[in-house]
T-cell receptor, first 116, second 114 residues
C-alpha cells in the first residue's frame, strides 16, 4: 500500500520567513495530494491540493509543488505569520477504485511554530 | 453552507463497553470516510462509505464497524473497547465518485477509554 514520509517533524521560523515542508510517496498510482492544517482541538482543514497533471499550484502565500518522477511534493508558505503556527499534514490518494476509495494516506505531520 | 458535524465531541467509556459516533456530512456530499488519530500512529484510515455501501476498509479489527444512512449521515461503532482505542476519531466528507475530490473534516470525537 501507499506510504507517505513527511519532513521535518518540527519547524521553527521567525515571522516573515518562509517555511517548506516536504513529503515523499511510494505508490506511483497516487494522483491527488492535499495538504491539511490542524490547529489545537480542531479537525484538519484543507488548505491546498494538487493533482498529478499539475506541477505547481499557488494560493496567496501558500504554494505546492509536485515532482512525479521523484515522487515528492512540497508545501511552501511565504511571509509566515504567528497564526500559521499549527500542525501540517500532507496526504496522498489515487482514484484507482477498490482499496483507494475515500482513502487518504497521511504523513506524520509537521509542527510549525512561527515566532513573532 | 454547514460543515461536517460530529457528535458527541467528547466521550469517556470503560473497557469492554461499546460506543457509537455520528457524522453528518456537508449537504450534497455522498462519501464519508472515518479516520483514527493518535499521537503514535498519526491519522489512519478506518473505512469509507458511499451511497450506503462500504467501499473501502483499512486495517482495523472487526470491532470497528460503520454504516451510512440514505441521507448520507454515517455512524461508526466500536465494540468491546480497549484502552488503545483512546483517540480522536475524525470523519471526512466529499462528493465521492471515482475522481478524487476535496475531503473536508469535522472537529472529531475525542474518545477516552478508562
Amino acid at each position: 500500500g501507499e506510504n507517505v514520509e513527511q519532513h521535518p517533524s518540527t519547524l521553527s521560523v521567525q515571522e516573515g520567513d518562509s517555511a517548506v515542508i516536504k513529503c515523499t510517496y511510494s505508490d506511483s498510482a497516487s494522483n491527488y495530494f492535499p495538504w491539511y492544517k490542524q490547529e489545537l482541538g480542531k479537525g484538519p482543514q484543507l488548505i491546498i491540493d494538487i493533482r498529478s497533471n499539475v506541477g505547481e499550484k499557488k494560493d496567496q502565500r501558500i504554494a505546492v509543488t509536485l515532482n512525479k518522477t521523484a515522487k515528492h511534493f512540497s508545501l511552501h508558505i511565504t511571509e509566515t505569520q504567528p497564526e500559521d503556527s499549527a500542525v501540517y499534514f500532507c496526504a496522498a490518494s489515487s482514484n484507482a477504485g477498490g482499496t483507494s476509495y475515500g482513502k487518504l494516506t497521511f504523513g506524520q505531520g509537521t509542527i510549525l511554530t512561527v515566532h513573532p | 453552507k454547514a460543515g461536517v458535524t460530529q457528535t458527541p465531541r467528547y466521550l469517556i467509556k470503560t473497557r469492554g463497553q461499546q460506543v457509537t459516533l455520528s457524522c453528518s456530512p456537508i449537504s450534497g456530499h455522498r462519501s464519508v470516510s472515518w479516520y483514527q488519530q493518535t499521537p503514535g500512529q498519526g491519522l489512519q484510515f478506518l473505512f469509507e462509505y458511499f451511497s450506503e455501501t462500504q467501499r473501502n476498509k483499512g486495517n482495523f479489527p472487526g470491532r470497528f464497524s460503520g454504516r451510512q444512512f440514505s441521507n448520507s449521515r454515517s455512524e461508526m461503532n466500536v465494540s468491546t473497547l480497549e484502552l488503545g482505542d483512546s483517540a480522536l476519531y475524525l470523519c471526512a466528507s466529499s462528493l465521492g465518485g471515482r475522481m478524487n475530490t476535496e475531503a473536508f473534516f469535522g472537529q472529531g470525537t475525542r474518545l477516552t477509554v478508562v
